[in-house]
């Protein structure tokens, strides 16, 4: 079974900075399309970035929620199988609970407009708790 154990999360004040860090196993994989979301009480679950691997061409491509563009960064250790979120400038507006979420697959790949606007992820991880304080 695919495993996703996340870390990282806290407390900070704001404009501040955390690392997420979300490591895969269970799994082998060649191309991939991971993201990251966030839920805040009562708020729908938001996409924050998301990072699709196309392993034939050797092509990553990263997206964002306009929200956190510039702020936010996602990533990915293929040595490692870990998928990471940078947040600098942070806000108290992104205090939530942060999920990794992934799709992995041994044949083919996804469309990089697939990866961006999905949802619905196969595996996910159990959240961490992201507070920032003005």
């Known amino acids: 079974q695919v495993h996703l154990v996340e870390s990282g999360g806290g407390s900070v004040q704001a404009g501040g900075s955390l690392r997420l860090s979300c490591v895969v196993s269970?799994?082998?994989?060649?191309?991939?399309?991971m993201g990251w979301f966030r839920q805040a009480p009562g708020k729908d679950r938001e996409r924050v970035a998301a990072?699709?691997?196309?392993?034939?061409?050797?092509?990553?491509?990263?997206y964002y929620a306009d929200s956190v563009k510039g702020r936010f960064t996602i990533s990915k250790d293929g040595a490692k199988n870990t998928l990471y979120l940078q947040m600098n400038e942070l806000k108290p507006e992104d205090t939530a609970v942060y999920y990794c979420?992934?799709?992995?697959?041994?044949?083919?790949?996804?469309?990089?407009?697939?990866?961006?606007?999905?949802?619905?992820?196969?595996?996910w991880g159990q959240g961490t708790q992201v507070t920032v304080s003005s």
């Open positions: 269970g799994y082998a994989y060649t191309s991939y399309c």
């Open positions: 990072i699709n691997y196309i392993s034939l061409i050797a092509e990553t491509s990263t």
């Open positions: 979420a992934a799709d992995l697959v041994l044949s083919g790949h996804f469309q990089d407009s697939t990866c961006r606007g999905r949802a619905d992820f196969d595996y």
